[in-house]
């Protein structure tokens, strides 16, 4: 069974950077496409960004484009999200997704992905 961990949460100060790791553990095999998503308190989950398998596709929400990017390293199952310019309302947990069954929905919908991880808690301090 695939787990999901991500690391690389905490306290930043507004206008700082975070490096997120998602890593998975008990993948026999393939690299599925992964995404992260971000819920605050209150508020719905909300797509960040998503990579395919093998690199070649990458999306951004709005709202992170031109201060993000997104990579993977599949030798070690291990996807990283990086966001730059942070700002207090970005204060969430954020989670990271696989899509273990393929599908055509689209890579910012939730649904897409199959298993989820705990999410690690990103605060952003004014």
Do not use: M
């Not at 950077?17 to 819920?39: H, K, M, N, V, Y």
């Not at 999200?81 to 919908?109: F, H, M, R, W």
Request: aromatic share 10%; proline share 5%.
């Amino acid at each position: 069974q695939v787990q999901l961990v991500e690391l690389g949460g905490g306290l930043v100060p507004a206008g700082g950077s975070l490096r997120l790791s998602c890593e998975a553990s008990g993948r026999t095999f393939s690299d599925p496409d992964i995404g992260w998503f971000r819920q605050a308190p209150g508020k719905e989950r909300a797509f960040v960004s998503a990579i395919s398998w093998s690199g070649g596709s990458i999306y951004y929400a709005d709202f992170v484009r031109g201060r993000s990017t997104i990579s993977r390293d599949n030798a070690k199952n291990t996807v990283f999200l990086q966001i730059d310019n942070l700002k207090p309302g970005e204060t969430a947990v954020y989670c990271c997704a696989e899509v273990d069954k393929e599908n055509n929905l689209p890579a910012s919908s939730p649904v897409r992905y199959d298993t989820w991880g705990q999410g690690t808690q990103v605060t952003v301090s004014s």
